[in-house]
């Protein structure tokens, strides 16, 4: 008898009715064996050693302020309550604030100095300023964006308009995945105790115009993580691997007939789903994590906390995940700012220092705003300068990583491209 092992995809989907007893004992004895075909990068050998195998990106939707924060400006409290100078706004666009009165506002909150190089952070922040020392914190970034939902596409997509891959798919399109049983991008949403939270599209983890099956999955915190993924009451699972077998093995045949890549991505959606089932909720129980765990992240079992959500990242990432990316809510204050801010980052600093601590990262500070922090002054960089550094950390050339999309090569990094970073590698 061939060994199991030595089967091909092709030739175990056409032997599906020889019954379920191949698909349980496969996938128990191979789960490799019914990994999908995008589980693996289109990048054979990268040029770049590979020094991150996976990103873990969090994001705080609807824009914290960086002058409570990260940016400490004494000068703002100087002209705490004076006009804005022209000279910093004069023919640029402010959103709601175009042709309005524009008035200084000083800090509200205090700031402290951290770590051997004494950083300063806000006292809003005493769990990151503990770690510090392990973190780069880009001061002067750019952006072409003015609006939440505008902002939010150029950070993950490197453009403003809706249709252009995110950068969590084209990770996963160029690397693949190492998770033999969970998607290769995956997204977690959180959502505060406060006023209504930043709404955050689907689109934004999009794969555009790269293969659908390259698209981020998202995991809900509470409830099921993922609709429709239980099987429905009275079907076994040997009777649903039954199932998704025969279909694969029909969308097989079709396949070979239409050559539409999007049937390839078909079958891999079955297959991963069918993984899915039995890998999600071992996933999602965090109880055996420990109590000193528990604690260090400040997070109870199935809470949907942000810091529950940082602790899935971690669990995500050991188990093979290239791209896992966090959205917290509620960062859209206004005038609640004093109100809202404390909460907000009670919310998520402890958890991102511990997250921080688990995996040992290290870095520093770079970049310089003006004396108003209003404006990039030192070391200015842009989104794409963000998106060239972390390709080039997976091993990946932006400028050479290319998808061809109406007649152009498209990249993440866009048509402006990018420089990597170097001076805040470590």
């Known amino acids: 008898m061939t060994p199991l092992t030595q089967h091909t995809r092709r030739a175990f989907l056409g032997r599906a009715s020889q019954g379920v007893g191949a698909v349980a004992l496969a996938s128990l004895m191979n789960p490799g064996l019914l990994r999908a075909s995008g589980a693996r990068g289109v990048l054979g050998s990268l040029p770049f050693p590979q020094k991150a195998k996976r990103v873990i990106w969090l994001t705080m939707a609807g824009g914290p302020s960086q002058l409570e924060l990260f940016d400490h400006k004494p000068k703002l409290a100087e002209m705490d309550g004076k006009p804005m100078p022209e000279s910093f706004t004069k023919g640029q666009q402010l959103a709601q604030l175009q042709g309005q009165k524009l008035v200084c506002k000083g800090p509200m909150f205090q700031f402290q100095k951290f770590g051997k190089n004494q950083t300063e952070l806000s006292e809003l922040l005493p769990h990151l300023g503990s770690v510090v020392d392990d973190i780069c914190i880009v001061k002067a970034r750019t952006t072409d964006a003015i609006n939440h939902d505008p902002a939010h596409m150029f950070i993950n997509t490197g453009s403003q308009i809706a249709g252009r891959p995110s950068m969590g798919s084209w990770v996963t399109y160029g690397l693949g995945s190492e998770a033999e049983d969970l998607p290769g991008f995956v997204v977690l949403m959180s959502t505060g105790k406060g006023r209504t939270p930043q709404p955050v599209a689907s689109r934004q983890w999009s794969s555009g115009f790269l293969p659908s099956r390259f698209q981020g999955v998202q995991l809900r915190s509470l409830g099921d ?22 279909i694969n093995a029909l969308n097989k045949q079709h396949a070979m007939r239409v050559d539409d890549p999007e049937i390839a991505t078909r079958i891999a959606q079955y297959e991963m789903a069918f993984q899915m089932q039995a890998s999600v909720p071992e996933l999602m129980d965090i109880h055996g994590e420990g109590a000193k765990t528990l604690e260090l992240y400040g997070c109870q079992p199935g809470d949907g906390s942000f810091a529950s959500n940082c602790l899935l990242a971690r669990r995500l990432a050991e188990r093979g995940t290239r791209f896992i990316q966090l959205y917290h809510r509620d960062w859209d204050h206004h005038s609640l700012l004093k109100e809202e801010l404390p909460i907000r980052a009670r919310e998520v600093d402890q958890a991102c220092a511990a997250l921080i601590n688990d995996l040992k990262q290290r870095g520093m500070v770079y970049g310089a705003t003006d ?34 999309f109406q007649g152009l090569d498209a990249k993440l990094t866009g048509v402006e491209g990018g420089k990597v970073l170097k001076h805040i590698l470590a």
Do not use: C, W
């Open 371 to 404: 004396d108003l922090g209003y404006a990039a002054q030192e070391n200015i960089t842009t989104v794409h300068d963000v998106h060239a550094t972390m390709l080039h950390q997976l091993g990946i050339r932006h400028d050479a990583f290319t998808f061809k």
């Open 225 to 246: 993580p993922v609709l429709y993924l239980t099987s429905p009451n009275g079907v076994t699972r040997e009777r649903q691997g039954n199932d998704v077998a025969a």
